[in-house]
């Protein structure tokens, strides 16, 4: 069993800046994904960015350019900086981690960014 513990969310300002970080429990090795995905109210939860053991990085087309993804594989964690913040980012963002068929999700932590 992993646990994922999310931090860094809260409020940000149209065209400012947050960052979020994402903490496992334990060392994480193996072939593997970790990543963000994001949930609007009554939509389903949808991809932001993902980040593999390899190093492959992957982004949804509305946060190229503004969205970063990176992981300190010493601290198992993963980070997503958030940057050019638009209102429609607002969300409550999900750390996931995967191991072929088996997921693990944080709890979620909320991101609300004002006009």
């Known amino acids: 069993q992993v646990q994922l513990v999310e931090s860094g969310g809260g409020l940000g300002q149209a065209g400012g800046s947050l960052r979020l970080s994402c903490a496992a429990s334990?060392?994480?090795?193996?072939?593997?994904?970790m990543g963000w995905y994001l949930q609007r109210p009554a939509k389903q939860r949808e991809l932001v960015a993902t980040?593999?053991?390899?190093?492959?990085?992957n982004y949804a087309d509305s946060v190229k350019g503004r969205f970063t993804i990176s992981r300190d594989n010493a601290k198992s964690t993963v980070y997503l900086q958030m940057d050019s913040l638009k209102p429609e980012d607002t969300a409550i963002y999900y750390c996931n981690l995967r191991f072929g068929a088996v997921s693990y999700w944080g709890q979620g932590t909320q991101v609300t960014v004002s006009s």
């Open positions: 334990r060392n994480i090795f193996g072939i593997h994904t």
């Open positions: 980040i593999t053991s390899s190093g492959i990085i």
